[in-house]
């Protein structure tokens, strides 16, 4: 048997070496390894496969998310909404800017920022939403969307964990996750679902004027070289990991494919056990499975873990920190308690490996493994 990772980049690159290893070489030839014409051909793939106007390519996820806040104007003092479970790059950025995260529950199935608790949250100072479409699942944008409109919100969505999942409108029609609010967010690091070998990020959007805005602030906000029209920032996804975004991108729907079919048989596997809570599909987005992510209840899931690790198979817990009672957030505006449904998670959830490459053998054993300890 194959050795169980987490994730498993190498065998994903093996199937597709000669074709990864001739794009990385032309560029090296080319030389061009910034903005080379590789960065713009991936760009207008991506921008046809999310049916989105525009993609604005930059230098990770975290840049991603800070760039829209600036192009949107928020001010120092602005709010933002934002889920308190969630990994720290969402808060972090709305910290840095000088914005007032305002943290909110999420729903204890889908793991997603709830619309009720948003609808709570709001005050004169609002300016934002950052619903994070958490493990691969959009959050509930219908209702989001509703929300902003009817209080003239902007919504930015971090979109790091679910490129390729697809939204269902009331209208019938299907949207990709991270082009229904005003700008999407998305990270190219390696593990996640469109991942290159080294950092990366996209933001996309539909209107033009912030697309502009957009494409200046990555680059020290000019758009004539040397004319800078607005203080930016320097954050560029290079031509070698363009090139290979490319190849991945025409994979990544059978590459979602094969994150469900491992999904599927671990549900196959856990179904019926109270002691287990497997991922709850939510019916208005399709899921790419980022993470799968368990639910536990009744007993003890580091000694899980231990087990498993002990037999050679790794777990991870994300996130075992609501961001509300993380060191750097402390803020006495919360306490613990006050996210009854995040905190429960925190203590609780458990991911298993989630990855292109699992195969039967290994799914059967991580399953029987987990099942030998949760009786
Ligand atoms: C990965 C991730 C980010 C940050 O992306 P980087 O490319 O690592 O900067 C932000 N938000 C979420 C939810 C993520 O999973």
Same mark, same amino acid.
């Given at each position: 048997?194959?050795?169980?990772?987490?994730?498993?980049?190498?065998?994903?690159?093996?199937?597709?070496?000669?074709?990864?290893?001739?794009?990385?070489?032309?560029?090296? #030839? =080319?030389?061009?390894?910034?903005?080379?014409?590789?960065?713009?051909?991936?760009?207008?793939?991506?921008? @046809?496969?999310?049916?989105? @106007?525009?993609?604005?390519?930059?230098?990770?996820?975290?840049? !991603?998310?800070?760039?829209?806040?600036?192009? /949107?104007?928020? @001010?120092?003092?602005?709010?933002?909404?934002?889920?308190?479970?969630?990994?720290?790059?969402?808060? #972090?950025?709305?910290? %840095? %800017?000088? /914005?007032?995260?305002?943290?909110?529950?999420?729903?204890?199935?889908?793991?997603?920022?709830?619309?009720? !608790?948003?609808? @709570?949250?709001?005050?004169?100072?609002?300016?934002?939403?950052?619903?994070?479409?958490?493990?691969?699942?959009?959050?509930?944008?219908?209702?989001?969307?509703?929300?902003?409109?009817?209080?003239?919100?902007?919504?930015?969505?971090?979109?790091?964990? !679910?490129?390729?999942?697809?939204?269902?409108?009331?209208?019938?029609?299907?949207?990709? =996750?991270?082009?229904?609010?005003?700008?999407?967010?998305?990270?190219?690091?390696?593990?996640?679902?469109?991942?290159?070998?080294?950092?990366?990020?996209?933001?996309?959007?539909?209107?033009?004027?912030?697309?502009?805005? +957009?494409?200046? /602030?990555?680059?020290?906000?000019?758009?004539?070289?040397?004319?800078?029209?607005?203080?930016?920032?320097?954050?560029?996804?290079? =031509?070698?990991?363009?090139?290979?975004?490319?190849?991945?991108?025409?994979? %990544?729907?059978?590459?979602?494919?094969?994150?469900?079919?491992?999904?599927?048989?671990?549900?196959?596997?856990?179904?019926?056990?109270?002691?287990?809570?497997?991922?709850?599909?939510?019916?208005?987005?399709?899921?790419?499975?980022?993470?799968?992510?368990?639910?536990?209840?009744?007993?003890?899931?580091?000694?899980?873990?231990?087990?498993?690790?002990?037999?050679?198979?790794?777990?991870?817990?994300?996130?075992?920190?609501?961001?509300?009672?993380?060191?750097?957030?402390?803020?006495?505006?919360?306490?613990?308690?006050?996210?009854?449904?995040?905190?429960?998670?925190?203590?609780?959830?458990?991911? +298993?490996?989630?990855?292109?490459?699992?195969? #039967?053998?290994?799914?059967?054993?991580?399953?029987?493994?987990?099942? #030998?300890?949760?009786?």
């Amino acid at each position: 048997m194959r050795k169980i990772q987490m994730v498993d980049l190498k065998s994903q690159y093996d199937k597709i070496r000669k074709e990864i290893n001739s794009a990385l070489q032309n560029v090296i #030839e =080319s030389s061009a390894f910034i903005n080379g014409p590789e960065v713009k051909n991936f760009q207008n793939d991506l921008e @046809k496969y999310l049916g989105v @106007k525009n993609v604005i390519p930059c230098a990770n996820g975290t840049d !991603a998310l800070q760039v829209s806040m600036m192009a /949107l104007g928020l @001010k120092p003092g602005d709010e933002v909404i934002a889920p308190s479970f969630t990994f720290v790059a969402t808060a #972090e950025v709305i910290a %840095l %800017l000088g /914005l007032k995260p305002v943290l909110v529950d999420v729903d204890p199935d889908t793991f997603n920022i709830d619309p009720t !608790a948003i609808k @709570k949250a709001i005050t004169p100072k609002t300016r934002a939403i950052v619903p994070v479409h958490l493990f691969g699942q959009t959050a509930d944008m219908d209702a989001i969307m509703e929300i902003a409109n009817k209080n003239k919100l902007f919504v930015i969505e971090d979109n790091c964990q !679910a490129i390729g999942a697809d939204f269902t409108m009331k209208d019938g029609s299907t949207k990709k =996750s991270g082009t229904l609010g005003n700008v999407g967010c998305t990270s190219f690091f390696p593990s996640k679902n469109l991942g290159c070998y080294g950092d990366g990020g996209a933001i996309f959007t539909n209107d033009d004027a912030l697309a502009q805005k +957009l494409r200046m /602030l990555v680059n020290h906000g000019m758009q004539t070289r040397y004319y800078h029209d607005m203080i930016g920032v320097n954050s560029r996804l290079d =031509s070698i990991q363009a090139a290979i975004l490319k190849i991945k991108l025409q994979k %990544l729907d059978e590459y979602a494919a094969a994150r469900n079919a491992a999904a599927a048989y671990y549900d196959n596997a856990f179904k019926g056990n109270p002691k287990l809570k497997t991922p709850v599909r939510f019916k208005k987005s399709t899921h790419v499975f980022h993470q799968y992510t368990l639910v536990t209840n009744g007993f003890d899931r580091s000694k899980l873990i231990e087990h498993l690790n002990e037999k050679g198979i790794p777990a991870m817990i994300y996130y075992p920190v609501p961001m509300h009672m993380q060191k750097a957030y402390l803020d006495p505006r919360y306490k613990q308690g006050d996210f009854p449904a995040t905190e429960a998670l925190a203590k609780s959830v458990i991911s +298993l490996p989630m990855h292109t490459e699992l195969d #039967e053998e290994q799914l059967k054993y991580i399953t029987e493994s987990v099942l #030998e300890f949760v009786k």
